[in-house]
Nanobody
Framework: QVQLVESGGGLVQAGGSLRLSCAAS????????MGWFRQTPGKEREFVAA????????YYADSVKGRFTISKDNAKNTVYLQMNNLKPEDTATYYC???????????????????WGQGTQVTVSS
């Protein structure tokens, strides 16, 4: 089992920045891929970004490319999502996810997700 705990959500004005954190514990592995997804009420959960736990492979949704950056600190078993130039349409509950094996691109297709965090709310005001 892997436990994922998100933090860092909040209220920010459009154009502002937030950094989300996801602390992983339990049976983490170098084969894991970690990612961020988001969901608004009444809509499907959508992919945001993913990163391989080892190496530097990353993958982003087109809607966040150039604004969001996913990174990791393996010593702390933590993945981050730096969100810059936030827009009102970025408002959502953001979920951390882990996939054992596979690739960040597969996470982008919602394939092989094994664990989810409880979510953290991000609200961007106009």
């Amino acid at each position: 089992q892997v436990q994922l705990v998100e933090s860092g959500g909040g209220l920010v004005q459009a154009g502002g920045s937030l950094r989300l954190s996801c602390a992983a514990s339990g049976r983490t592995s170098s084969r894991d891929n970690m990612g961020w997804f988001r969901q608004t009420p009444g809509k499907e959960r959508e992919f945001v970004a993913a990163i391989r736990r080892t190496g530097v492979m990353t993958y982003y949704a087109d809607s966040v490319k150039g604004r969001f950056t996913i990174s990791k600190d393996n010593a702390k078993n933590t993945v981050y999502l730096q969100m810059n130039n936030l827009k009102p349409e970025d408002t959502a509950t953001y979920y951390c996810a882990a996939a054992i094996g596979g690739t960040p691109q597969a996470m982008g297709a919602m394939i092989g997700i094994d664990y989810w965090g409880q979510g953290t709310q991000v609200t961007v005001s106009s």
